[in-house]
């Protein structure tokens, strides 16, 4: 199936455009602070290491920003998605860290735990699980591999794409007016064989055609009154098509849990039913994002650990701005007010209140 949901990403649009604005909401950026330095010369090290890191992982195509937009059209594409972490030949720094195509990963249960393997040229080659990382997106039980959103839409995507074909040639027939000709054979003359008036008016009407065929569009018809010319209008509208298809259409829509506004579809009439959307899209990019930074703390303090001097990375994925950025702003003050109260009145202490507005301290 993961050759269909590329082939799906690739050739249909509404699915390659869900797919692109997945990666887009979720690469809002993100920022890196540098926690616990040894001394300040470690921490301007750290962040040193960690620039040149952001610029040579992916082989240097586009450095951290290039990595995630692989991993991302991964995730959304086959609900999977594959790193592996090169480590230098001294071992003393990350070399790389390169995408791992996810077709290509077997899982074994070896000694209580998964163990990752690599098909290469039909061969099973063991991935170092402490420099091997793999997100399994909606997984099922104890199952690693991870669940496509396109599971849910191929039969949906056939009906999609039938409608279309469908509806391309229905509004061709119907929207280009045609000529339609009746010839009524004349008499039978006396004395004419049966075989001959067959003959005669085949002859009539092959002449009729031929001379229809090599019509010019601004050539007129002469005939003899036996033969009636009469234009014929499609009356077929494309309503019925377009109420069908955009019934399949929201079905794509939804498999890929995306809201219509976000693919140029908005069926309400008020900025609210838009705002609305957008706010359960963040919070399942949120969601998303908790294992992008996982995983990129993972990275950066692989790499801090084998420098000289001791510090620690913490990575903040920064959130997909508002519809109403003075509304936010406005509830933001209020949570703050709130919290500089409970404090001041006792009930929590600083620290509280700064973990309570979601700062570390």
Known sequence: MLEVYRFLRDAIPDISDG?????????????????????????????????????????????????????YGSLFTFGAAALEIVPSRSRESIHDVVPVDVWTIRFRREKGGLQAYQLRDGAEVKLPMERFIYVGMDRDGTNPYGRSMLRSIPFVVKIQQRLMEDMAKATHNAGWPKLHVSYRPEERLRGESVEAFEARVKGTFDELRDSLSGLEADQNLVTYDNVAVDLVQGNQTAHVFYENQKAVEEQVITGMHLMPILLG????????????????????????????????????????????????????????RTVDVWREAAARGKEIDNAVRLRDEGFMDQAGAAKALGFSG
């Open 265 to 320: 579809r908005n069926y309400g009439t008020t900025e609210t039913y838009g705002t609305a959307q957008f706010e359960i899209i963040n919070r399942q990019v949120a969601a998303v994002n908790r294992s992008v930074q996982r995983i990129l703390e993972r990275l950066y303090n692989f790499e801090l650990a084998l420098m000289w001097g001791s510090a620690r990375a913490r990575v903040v994925m920064k959130e997909n």
């Open 19 to 71: 797919v692109w604005t997945w990666k887009r909401l979720c690469q809002s950026g993100f920022d890196v602070e540098i926690e616990e330095p040894s001394s300040e010369v470690a921490k301007r090290r750290a962040q040193g290491l960690l620039d040149s890191l952001n610029g040579r992982v992916n082989s240097g195509d586009r450095g951290m920003d290039g990595l995630l937009d692989v991993f």
